[in-house]
């Protein structure tokens, strides 16, 4: 086991994939920060969340995955991987496409609604 967690190849796979995105760790800022929702008593009385902080891009990653603070400081490092890589792409963000799809539905749900007003008030309806 390593310094996360998680197995040996698990953890050189995430450091090849940082060394292709030009994370280093040195650019990285890490902050333990109390987390909530399942987990118990080990998680209300320990700082099991992980923020980490990308300085030269100033990206921000917030991650309360797991119960213990080694997988969560991995699951961090991983999901920002996956933003920087996206970035280079030039794709969106899975927060901007899941805004996105939630705006495509309500203009949906708002024209059907237009068009069930607009025929329920017809000069043929009788008063």
């Known amino acids: ?13 995430l450091a090849r994939r ?3 995105c030009g994370l280093r760790e040195s650019d990285l800022d890490e902050r333990f920060v109390s987390s909530s929702g399942p987990g118990g008593q080990h998680v209300n009385r320990s700082a099991t969340c992980v923020q ?55 203009a949906r749900r708002r024209r059907k609604t237009r068009k069930k007003q607009m025929d329920g008030a017809g000069p043929d309806t009788p008063d």
């Open 1 to 13: 086991m390593g310094k996360f967690g998680v197995t040996p190849q698990k953890e050189a796979e």
């Open 18 to 20: 940082m060394d292709a």
């Open 52 to 106: 980490l902080t990308h300085g030269p891009t100033g990206l921000e990653v917030k991650m309360q995955k797991a119960r213990s603070q080694g997988l969560n400081r991995f699951y961090a490092r991983r999901r920002l991987c996956e933003l920087i890589e996206a970035r280079e792409m030039g794709e969106e963000s899975p927060e901007a496409k899941r805004a996105a799809k939630v705006r495509k539905q309500k």
